[in-house]
């Protein structure tokens, strides 16, 4: 059964401490992206990497990092420096000429 | 640059009546548009796309978008709404056909109510 998986659905991040979010996807696409959304807004794009060891900023990267060691998977981190990280965290991936999918998301939330 | 414009944050509907979705979008370039629907807490599905073929594309649910090239719009239409529909739905334009790369651009989205 070929999708986009992330985990966890909820994640919970203290003041100072880093966390990261799991994407993988099993449809062999090269390109992958991490998008945040806000309650009223659309999609806002974090990072993308459009094949292995390549990642390029998207237009809100700031307090974020990615890593693309694997062709399947896309981690993203959310720093101590995002100072407002929470929202809804959506993966996506999409093969050459192909329209994105997406994955089901990640809630994070501030304790 | 391009933009989106949803028209309405939200749209309130009788079930069994029409749906209508307003998107205006702006490009340099001829764009590549797409309707994607999200549930509560899931994430998009892709709900169809203009790629530069027929104007009138139809999609999955029941739902169709004709794209006017002269209007600039690409409103989501579906002739009869049932209470599944009720949703967030964005419009989203793209430079490029497969909507890849970074030329995604997303409206903010318009809250489908549909009243039983």
């Known amino acids: 059964d070929g999708g986009i998986t992330q985990s966890p659905k909820y994640l919970f991040r203290k003041e100072g401490q880093n966390v990261t979010l799991s994407c993988e996807q099993n449809?062999?696409?090269?390109?992958m992206y991490w998008y945040r959304q806000d309650p009223g807004q659309g999609l806002r794009l974090i990072y993308y990497s459009q094949i292995v060891n390549d990642f390029q900023k998207g237009d809100i990267a700031e307090g974020y990092s990615v890593s693309r060691e694997k062709k399947e998977s896309f981690p993203l981190t959310v720093t101590s420096a995002q100072k407002n990280p929470t929202a809804f965290y959506l993966c996506a991936s999409n093969g050459v000429g192909e329209t994105q999918y997406f994955g089901p998301g990640t809630r994070l939330l501030v304790l | 640059a391009q933009s989106v414009t949803q028209l309405d944050s939200h749209v309130s509907v009788s079930e069994g009546t029409p749906v209508l979705l307003r998107c205006n979008y702006s490009s340099s370039y001829s764009p590549s548009l797409f309707w994607y629907v999200q549930h509560p807490n899931k994430g998009l599905q892709l709900l169809l796309k203009y790629t530069s073929a027929a104007t009138l594309v139809k999609g999955i649910n029941g739902f169709e978008a004709e794209f006017k090239k002269s209007e600039t719009s690409f409103h989501l239409t579906k002739p009869s709404a049932h209470m599944s529909d009720a949703a967030e739905y964005f419009c989203v334009v793209s430079l490029y056909s497969g909507g890849g790369a970074d030329g995604l651009t997303f409206g903010k989205g318009t809250h489908l109510i549909i009243q039983p």
């Open positions: 449809l062999n696409h090269d390109a």
